[in-house]
């Protein structure tokens, strides 16, 4: 039986890729962006987008994630930061901190940005490693005191590798210490850059992922610890403490650097998530009519395949990462590729393997 | 006083640390703690609510049962209320 088109849903959130350049080359990037020797050519100018923000208000916009690339490299990027409140909108960033002084932790205070900072390890010689940029321990650290002096409150994220992962039970203490009031561990996964880490045995099987999740601590005092695998994965007292982690995918649309709408960054690698150009197509028309975003609210959740259909989990994870999985197996609804392995390991848990009645094909 | 049970048309899952009620028509999953996991143990049909209540009173160590005995009854009421509980 043919199912009803799904209503249109807010677009809460824009994933805003500011600059496709960075001034690190960290070796797991899945964005891949250039130096930043060629950063002129990897951004438009804010008076050339913030159209676009006004306009998505009118669909529902609440908050604005600054990603990149590296945000802070935006020459517009404090005119951003102050511009986003002044139009009634929430900010959100993510930044390497390497660039963060005291005015740019000024700018953050002043737009109530809700930020984190990349810190991989407590020492330079594994965050160097992974950001393969000499220095950028240091400097992120130095942008961590210069966010600790104007009172801010942030997030350290990890990204979790072969190198860091007898040091990771530490890090919660480490990054608390540096001005971090949560940290979030991402497991590096294969896509973008990290092909290579693979390649080379740097990333952990999913068994070793487990058991350095098995071994992080109890943290207290109000630090709280984020481990980024899909909720069926990971202990239910983690989710007692910090909730199931509802995908917001059906209100998230990317505005990369180019000007081009996307699902998220992935847009810009993969052209079927390549939305088209918001300078002459109006997000209007992209959030309400492009055809990956009306199947894609027809398909999540019930038309999710493989293990992601049958657990427990479903319409709260959504399948944990469609553009993910996207890159991995060329579909949008199939398994996410960790909760699949997990299965063909035997260690997706039995217990969350139900049978939901609502089931699209 | 009636017995009370889980609505049977609900999957619940449970561990040391919590559980999990679930419902297969919505897909819908509600995350409990605990004690509402325990709670939802003695929904087997042999207890009424003052039982369950009782119950969890004996197992946890409360620094204010008066506390602990209002929010064990409101969560079971509220299970009730949605009809996630229901006599047996």
């Known amino acids: ?361 | 006083m009636s017995k009370l049970k889980l609505n049977p048309e609900l999957v619940f899952r449970e561990d040391n640390d919590g559980g999990l009620i679930f419902d297969p028509a919505t897909g819908d999953v509600q995350v409990l703690n605990e004690t509402a996991a325990f709670i939802c143990t003695l929904l087997d049909g042999t207890r009424s609510a003052e039982e369950i209540v009782a119950e969890v009173l004996e197992e946890f160590e409360v620094e204010d049962p008066a506390a602990a005995h209002a929010d064990a009854a409101q969560f079971i009421e509220s299970l009730l209320s949605r009809s996630m509980a229901m006599p047996a």
């Open chain 1, 1 to 361: 039986m043919p199912t009803e088109p799904r209503r249109v849903p807010p677009l809460n959130t824009i994933y805003y890729y500011v600059t496709g350049s960075c001034n690190l080359r960290c070796r797991h990037c899945w964005i891949d962006p250039v130096t930043e020797s060629q950063r002129s050519t990897l951004h438009l100018p804010w008076r050339a987008l913030k159209p676009v923000f006004e306009q998505a208000k009118e669909l529902g916009l609440r908050c604005v994630k600054l990603t990149g690339g590296e945000p802070f490299l935006h020459p517009d990027i404090l005119e951003i930061l102050a511009d986003l409140p002044a139009m009634g909108l929430g900010v959100r960033m993510e930044t390497n901190g390497t660039l963060i002084g005291e005015r740019e932790a000024k700018a953050l205070k002043a737009a109530n940005a809700d930020f984190s900072i990349s810190l991989d390890g407590p020492t330079p010689e594994i965050h160097d490693d992974l950001r393969n940029v000499p220095g950028s321990f240091e400097k992120t650290l130095k942008g961590m005191a210069a966010c600790r002096a104007e009172g801010l409150r942030f997030q350290a994220i990890c990204s979790l590798y072969r190198r860091n992962a007898e040091l990771l039970p530490g890090m919660p203490a480490f990054a608390a210490g540096h001005g971090a009031t949560s940290l979030k561990v991402n497991v590096i996964t294969s896509m973008g850059r990290s092909d290579e880490m693979r390649a080379h045995g740097e990333l952990l099987s999913l068994p070793e992922v487990l058991e350095v999740r098995s071994r992080m601590p109890q943290t207290g005092n109000g630090f709280k610890l984020f481990f980024d695998l899909p909720p069926a994965l990971l202990p239910l007292r983690d989710i007692v403490r910090n909730g199931v982690g509802t995908c917001g995918i059906l209100g998230i649309l990317g505005v990369l650097h180019n000007g081009h709408a996307g699902l998220c960054g992935i847009g810009e690698h993969l052209p079927e998530l390549d939305f088209g150009d918001l300078r002459q197509v109006s997000i209007k028309q992209v959030w309400e009519t492009h055809p990956t975003l009306v199947t894609l609210r027809e398909k999540l959740p019930a038309g999710l395949g493989g293990i992601c259909g049958r657990c427990i989990f479903r319409n709260a994870c959504l399948g944990k990462c469609v553009a993910n999985t996207f890159h991995a197996i060329g579909k949008l609804y199939g398994a996410f590729s960790t909760c699949a392995e997990a299965e063909e390991l035997g260690l997706f848990p039995e217990k969350y393997i139900v049978e939901h009645h609502n089931v699209v094909a």
